[in-house]
């Protein structure tokens, strides 16, 4: 008859042990953590870049739009005191910019002229187009106004005369003595140069050439 030793009796785990554990899977907890909380937090700086993105290419649409269907009409002032140049344009002045531009889509068919009054605001670090429901506005008409980008340090708009030169101010100051006031106020540049200063990408510079 063999002599056997008793059966040992199951041993738990020490409390060493368990704090070990405890320990380790605290560890792997907060690298788990880390990495998701950064995960998500790239996935909303991407999803704010592209937000940002589509709004500029929108706002660059927006205006390449206008500028390009420049079309040489005055408006009667809002006062009814004179007429407006189809293109005003002064860094010193508000709005920074006032157009008449022609291609209006009507889908409604509504009794309107194709022809748009548009303007553009800088205020805040905000781009705000404004346009108008009629086309020669007057004091009581207030316009449709929408914040096309933000975040802005700047906006500057130069535009091209027949020189090609590149003036802060449209219709140039200078009215020569063979050029009739009404031939003045129909005036366009070659071309318009949009140059917008963004905190996200810098400075983007865009040319838009005025349809003859």
């Not at 705000?128 to 020669?136: P, S, T």
Request: aromatic share 8%; glycine share 8%.
């Amino acid at each position: 008859m063999s002599l056997r030793p008793p059966p040992r009796a199951p041993r738990g785990f020490t409390l060493i042990e368990l704090l070990v554990a405890i320990f380790i899977a605290a560890i792997m907890f907060a690298i788990g953590y880390g990495v998701i909380t950064q995960a998500l937090r790239a996935r909303g700086a991407i999803r704010r870049d592209q937000h940002q993105l589509l709004a500029l290419q929108t706002a660059l649409r927006i205006m390449e739009q206008d500028f390009v269907q420049l079309a040489p009409r005055p408006v009667r002032s809002p006062n009814g005191q004179g007429w407006q140049p189809a293109l005003m344009g002064n860094p010193s002045t508000e709005p920074l910019v006032v157009l008449t531009r022609g291609g209006w889509s009507n889908p409604l068919g509504l009794q309107r002229p194709e022809l748009e009054r548009v303007a553009y605001v800088f205020k805040h670090g905000t781009l705000i187009r404004e346009h108008w429901n009629v086309l020669d506005p007057t004091l009581t008409d207030r316009p449709v106004k929408r914040d096309l980008l933000k975040h802005l340090r700047g906006v500057d708009v130069r535009y091209m005369n027949l020189d090609r030169q590149w003036l802060r101010q449209w219709p140039p100051p200078a009215l020569g003595a063979e050029a009739s006031l009404d031939a003045y106020y129909r005036m366009r540049p070659l071309a318009v140069k949009v140059t917008l200063d963004t905190r996200q990408w810098g400075k983007i510079v865009r040319i838009f050439e005025v349809a003859g």
